[in-house]
């Protein structure tokens, strides 16, 4: 997306990326905010799911019908478009590591195993395992989460969300293009755990993974003391998606901040106000994504009226229309985490009539 924004305004632009194009363990959601505001996501590549069935521990599942459908997008294929759109703008795409960045005066020297580059800027897109470590977002063990799965040969028309009462985290079951993206991400929980828990969850459902490919990644996720001091840019440098830690410290999705900071960090160093990007993040998302890390632990492995919040959570959206008219909004990608905080603290009381006068009809139909 930085790419594409610079190469547009004719700023002369390299690309440099080991990989390129390459699959990872993330379900792919792309949210009605993302879809919306990118229109060419929409356009072939994607499998558009409307169906989530949602699962805790000791109560029904609960289905939620999606007004806004997700898009589901192998990774690849969503790298790959992206490539190819910055590949049109006039961008050169480098096949290469970077090994090594170097301040030369007012410009960069950058080595490769190609050989040497240099450059006026840098924009810093390296992911959560960010080799540069003078650059971006200094992580912690307290700041990461691992995330892992398997990409298994299967067609499912819904997705699967499961919680647990114990984990930071949960288990999705995305369906992709001709494949299943089934993972796990959990903060404070060994790899080796947590691939364990999700091939006993895909057992108990009769998914065989025997022979699909396996992925395992880290994410950020940061505390809430790392924020104030995040990373975002520096003296001729812009750091951007999993680079700047910017992922959603309760769902652990990355791929909109992703490509918003990247369109913004190329949109303004091609107008040479790069020293307005880390408030424009922050203004846009940032600050929310912040006090979002304030609620992870408490979403996922809080407890309320002697229940799991998750527990809770299915038990109110079977229920009550408004919690159900907020998890819509949650899956679009379109409510703030304290716009999200304030509707639920608001309409508590009605939710709770909600929830009583519906439980009290069923159990005169069920009579």
């Given at each position: 997306?930085?790419?594409?924004?610079?190469?547009?305004?004719?700023?002369?632009?390299?690309?440099?990326?080991?990989?390129?194009?390459?699959?990872?363990?993330?379900?792919?959601?792309?949210?009605?905010k993302a879809y919306s505001q990118y229109p060419f996501l929409a356009k072939g590549l994607s499998h558009s799911v409307s169906t989530t069935w949602l699962h805790a521990d000791s109560t029904p599942s609960a289905r939620l019908t999606l007004e806004q459908p997700l898009l589901i997008f192998s990774r690849r294929d969503l790298n790959q478009l992206l490539l190819d759109r910055?590949?049109?703008?006039?961008?050169?795409?480098?096949?290469?590591?970077?090994?090594?960045?170097?301040?030369?005066?007012?410009?960069?020297?950058?080595?490769?195993?190609?050989?040497?580059?240099?450059?006026?800027?840098?924009?810093?897109?390296?992911?959560?395992?960010?080799?540069?470590?003078?650059?971006?977002?200094?992580?912690?063990?307290?700041?990461?989460?691992?995330?892992?799965?398997?990409?298994?040969?299967?067609?499912?028309?819904?997705?699967?969300?499961?919680?647990?009462?114990?984990?930071?985290?949960?288990?999705?079951?995305?369906?992709?293009?001709?494949?299943?993206?089934?993972?796990?991400?959990?903060?404070?929980?060994?790899?080796?755990?947590?691939?364990?828990?999700?091939?006993?969850?895909?057992?108990?459902?009769?998914?065989?993974?025997?022979?699909?490919?396996?992925?395992?990644?880290?994410?950020?996720?940061?505390?809430?003391?790392?924020?104030?001091?995040?990373?975002?840019?520096?003296?001729?440098?812009?750091?951007?998606?999993?680079?700047?830690?910017?992922?959603?410290?309760?769902?652990?999705?990355?791929?909109?901040?992703?490509?918003?900071?990247?369109?913004?960090?190329?949109?303004?160093?091609?107008?040479?106000?790069?020293?307005?990007?880390?408030?424009?993040?922050?203004?846009?998302?940032?600050?929310?994504?912040?006090?979002?890390?304030?609620?992870?632990?408490?979403?996922?492995?809080?407890?309320?009226?002697?229940?799991?919040?998750?527990?809770?959570?299915?038990?109110?959206?079977?229920?009550?229309?408004?919690?159900?008219?907020?998890?819509?909004?949650?899956?679009?990608?379109?409510?703030?985490?304290?716009?999200?905080?304030?509707?639920?603290?608001?309409?508590?009381?009605?939710?709770?009539?909600?929830?009583?006068?519906?439980?009290?009809?069923?159990?005169?139909?069920?009579?």
């Open positions: 997306m930085a790419a594409e924004r610079l190469a547009h305004a004719g700023v002369r632009t390299m690309l440099i990326d080991e990989k390129m194009a390459w699959e990872k363990p993330c379900g792919g959601g792309v949210t009605f910055a590949a049109a703008a006039g961008a050169e795409l480098i096949t290469t590591r970077v090994t090594a960045v170097e301040s030369a005066g007012n410009s960069w020297s950058l080595s490769t195993r190609s050989g040497p580059l240099q450059a006026d800027h840098l924009i810093i897109a390296t992911g959560a395992r960010n080799p540069l470590r003078a650059f971006g977002t200094p992580w912690t063990p307290d700041d990461t989460m691992v995330a892992l799965g398997y990409f298994i040969p299967a067609n499912r028309s819904h997705i699967d969300i499961r919680f647990f009462a114990d984990l930071e985290g949960y288990i999705w079951l995305f369906p992709r293009r001709g494949h299943l993206s089934a993972g796990i991400c959990g903060k404070g929980v060994t790899a080796a755990a947590l691939r364990q828990r999700l091939e006993r969850y895909l057992a108990q459902l009769g998914i065989s993974y025997a022979g699909a490919q396996f992925y395992a990644h880290m994410l950020h996720s940061l505390a809430v003391g790392s924020w104030p001091n995040n990373r975002l840019a520096g003296p001729g440098w812009l750091a951007v998606g999993d680079a700047a830690g910017l992922v959603d410290p309760v769902t652990g999705e990355g791929i909109y901040y992703a490509m918003r900071s990247g369109e913004l960090a190329g949109q303004l160093l091609a107008e040479r106000r790069q020293e307005a990007y880390a408030a424009q993040v922050e203004s846009e998302f940032g600050a929310d994504l912040a006090y979002a890390s304030t609620l992870a632990q408490r979403v996922y492995m809080g407890r309320f009226c002697g229940g799991s919040n998750t527990t809770r959570m299915l038990q109110f959206l079977r229920r009550s229309p408004r919690i159900q008219a907020v998890m819509q909004e949650l899956f679009a990608g379109t409510i703030g985490y304290r716009e999200l905080r304030t509707r639920i603290r608001g309409n508590f009381k009605s939710t709770m009539a909600e929830i009583a006068i519906n439980s009290f009809l069923r159990r005169i139909v069920t009579s």
